[in-house]
């Protein structure tokens, strides 16, 4: 299975809003509304921001938030603040019932 | 609250074998699925196994697939993951996850890993 495709870096000022893009195929992005993205601060352990496409955990912040089209999900964050520095990476099920990560975006808050 | 802990990592020579666990509590593990997701140094994220609630079914990586072996002990709050014919790509970081509901829809909570280095 290969990973899924992000852009290596976003980047963006505190106060407006970014947005990263994760592209697979119909077999795994397009053919099904479980996609997640995962943020993950150096050295810790990697956290769940949104899962089902466009669903936040209890406690994630709402200016997280989710969508896809065809086999492209994407994951903006508005009112970018530093603490929003971080790697992300979206997640996917797909047909051979296994999940599929993407290679990861390090995103900088200017 | 949950807490994950993973153990059991090392430095192991290539071709050999080695077990990480995984002791839960704060929640009812035995309806949980259960995941493996490992981390190269410097690398991304990569799946590598789920297990059911009940151990009714197990899903690999094609990676790992017939080298590893995803199990749990639900009397002991336990996950297990058996690794053999270890490989030098294998080196990386182990966590061990929760499942949000279904296994497939998010991996909900995380252990802080546990170091597998492969190297002779």
């Known amino acids: 299975q290969s990973a899924l495709t992000q852009p290596a870096s976003v980047s963006g000022s505190p106060g407006q809003s970014i947005t990263i893009s994760c592209t697979g195929t119909s077999s795994d992005v397009g053919g099904y509304n479980y996609v997640s993205w995962y943020q993950q601060h150096p050295g810790k352990a990697p956290k769940l921001m949104i899962y089902?496409?466009?669903n936040r955990p209890s406690g994630v912040s709402n200016r997280f938030s989710g969508s896809k089209s065809g086999n492209t999900a994407s994951l903006t964050i508005s009112g970018l603040q530093a603490e929003d520095e971080a790697d992300y990476y979206c997640s996917s099920y797909t047909s051979t019932s296994s999940l599929v990560f993407g290679g990861g975006t390090k995103l900088t808050v200017l | 609250q949950v807490q994950l802990v993973e153990s059991g990592g090392g430095v192991v020579q290539p071709g050999r074998s080695l077990r990480v666990s995984c002791a839960a509590s704060?929640?009812?593990?035995?309806?949980?699925?259960m995941h493996w997701v490992r981390q190269a140094p410097g690398k991304g994220l990569e799946w590598v196994a789920v297990v059911r609630y009940d151990r009714s079914n197990k899903y690999y990586a094609d990676s790992v697939k017939g080298r590893f072996t995803i199990s749990r002990d639900n009397s002991k709050n336990t996950l297990y993951l058996q690794m053999n014919s270890l490989r030098a790509e294998d080196t990386a970081v182990y966590y061990c996850v929760t499942s949000l509901g279904l296994w497939f829809r998010g991996l909900d909570s995380w252990g802080q890993g546990s170091l597998v280095t492969v190297s002779s």
């Open positions: 704060g929640f009812i593990f035995s309806s949980y699925d």
């Open positions: 089902d496409v466009s």
